[in-house]
């Protein structure tokens, strides 16, 4: 778990959610599982009284609640029975992301939100597959073509998070449209700009020069590698 997307997400549930802290919601993590070597996971975000938070993963593993037989039908769950739907650092691993969306869009009730975070760069990790890379205008069109509003999107090109900028997260808030003249269950929402303010925030904390030095650093070892290694033997995704 990145401290960047943890970070993020919070930003997402005091933003979005807090307001309706005493309203019963049922939270659906998708891609949930605890990686080994990585620690932590949405769900403390999401303990609060009277909230329900559901882990949704492909293989039973820790922080997993329903796997589902079907990766792309989540049978064990009925059409609008999630309040909101969460998913951080798992679409990249999904080889048919679209239809992964489908089922977030079919399991919110009416008025719920989405809330999706994914690289847009950054080496290949496979958990087990590595396929997709993400920028705000493609969160968008997978969001369109599952039925999804979009409240707002982020593309985090800043050293807000020094130690993993490389992975430059976009993220997408979306919601469920209702039916006219229906209220839905969070409400018709706009643009927040919760994110944005939410990494401004960060940078606004940061030591400049404790970043730069970081930055030259990695600039210093970059050149380091580029004159001694052969050109046939340089891999620009190994570069640090």
């Known amino acids: 778990m990145h401290r960047s997307s943890f970070d993020k997400m919070q930003a997402f549930r005091e933003g979005y959610l807090d307001e309706h802290r005493h309203r019963p919601l ?46 792309y ?22 080889d048919q992301p679209w239809r992964t969306m489908g089922e977030i869009a ?36 997978l969001a369109r073509q599952a039925g999804l509003d979009v409240i707002e999107t982020h593309w985090d090109t800043s050293y807000a998070y020094p130690e993993n900028a490389f992975w430059g997260e976009a993220c997408a808030i979306l919601q469920k449209p209702c039916p006219q003249g229906e209220r839905g269950v969070i409400g018709t929402l706009s643009d927040r700009q919760v994110i944005q ?32 290694c052969p050109l046939e033997r340089l891999n620009r995704m190994e570069l640090p």
């Open 106 to 141: 079919r399991v919110l009730r009416f008025g719920g939100l989405a809330m999706v975070i994914a690289p847009s760069a950054g080496p290949v990790h496979r958990f087990p597959l590595d396929c997709w890379r993400f920028y705000p205008d493609g969160m968008a069109a």
């Open 197 to 228: 303010a939410r990494v401004l925030q960060q940078l606004r904390a940061l030591q400049p020069w404790t970043v730069r030095r970081r930055l030259l650093r990695q600039t210093l070892l970059r050149a380091r590698i580029i004159l001694r």
């Open 26 to 71: 049922v939270i659906l993590d998708v891609g949930s599982a605890a990686v080994a070597g990585e620690s932590g996971s949405y769900r403390p975000l999401f303990q609060t009284p009277g909230w329900t938070y559901l882990g949704l993963d492909c293989e039973a593993a820790p922080n997993v609640d329903i796997v589902p037989e079907d990766p």
């Open 73 to 94: 039908h989540w049978s064990e769950l009925t059409d609008g029975s999630v309040d909101v739907a969460i998913s951080g650092q798992a679409l990249e691993h999904i």
